[in-house]
């Protein structure tokens, strides 16, 4: 690639933005000029925008630290001249956040969005790359239904399900059928930290707004299909999750039965997950773990604090499976929420975007 894509950040002083910040510094295919967020933050610099809730471990990057802050809806015109692709992660009410996407995406913008507003949008493709990366297809359909030229509009799916589902996608073969999860979640998942959110210190909450619904039925529409106009999800499948935040800064685990149309030995279990070929491997994607999947032995593994950032936070970990009396197996998997669960996942989206000739 000769010369790098202009991206721009809207939700840049969020929990995800700064995370797509900081795992966009030296990115080979993509530049980032545009930092954009509430009318707030907008006129700032980004340093100063930040001030006090800078949550990465690294330092801002220093061709970030003075970009001026935009605002997403009144520097509209501005922004669309500056990028070719954004990157959203707002935190707004769903219908506006809808409105923006789409204004962008008019405006011959690529929009990879983190948000849930377009999720259910039925022609618009929810990936995890290494599951349903044959769902791009929907956007040549979504241009002619849009009449758009050049913009797109892609989402990703919630962080809360990027740990398990990975883990019942490479077990297919032997037909998922029922699956129970409860769900561990840190609390960078509702973009706080323990210093914004000091309550959550030796604590958990069993509620998350709206969260066991998209832990249930957004996994449907990544293992559906296209179907004329539309994805249609998979009818296969029975999800029934339970969310809990739980005191850790980030890392969401989740505790897993399943039930199997042909229920598989533990030998056969291990055998498909260690032999999972990731899809993706010899794409050249550079955010693409080169292991999607691993598979732990050790009866304390996976653990939060340490496998989290399993290949820089892109790759899934999973262990304990065992016999379960009322399904069939039981395991534990683990996925970094705001890497793989939110920016980093959606980087891979663009990534992949772009080999597939989407951002020409
Ligand atoms: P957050 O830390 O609360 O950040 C929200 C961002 O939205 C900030 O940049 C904020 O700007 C901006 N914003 C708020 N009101 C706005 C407005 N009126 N116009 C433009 N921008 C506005 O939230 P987050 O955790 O980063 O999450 C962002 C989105 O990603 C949410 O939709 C969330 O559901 C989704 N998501 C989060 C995670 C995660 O692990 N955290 C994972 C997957 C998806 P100011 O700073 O100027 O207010």
Redesign the pocket.
Known sequence: MNKKLRVGI????????QRFISLLENHPWFNVVVL???????GKKYEE?VAGRWAMSSPIPKNIKNLK?L???DDFNKIIKEVDLVFS????DKEK?KELEEKYAAAGIAVVS???AHRWTDDVPMIMPELNADHLDIINIQRKNRGWKKGLLVV?P??SLQSYLPVIYALKKFGPKIVSVTTLQAI????KTFETWPEMVDNCIPFIGGEEEKTEKEPLKILGSIKGKKIVPDKNLNISATCVRVACSNGHMASVAVKFKKRPTKEQIIDVIENFKNPLAGLGLPSAPKQFIKYFTEDNRPQTKLDRDYENGMGITCGRFREDSALDWKFIALSH??IR??AGGAILIAELLYKKGYLD
Not at 89 to 92: G, K, R, V, Y
């Open positions: 809207l939700g840049a002083t969020g929990m995800v933005g954009a967020a509430s009318p707030q933050s907008a925008a802050v605002s997403v809806e992660a707002i935190d707004l956040i983190n948000n849930s990703k919630n962080c960078s998942g509702a973009g929420n705001t669960g939110a």
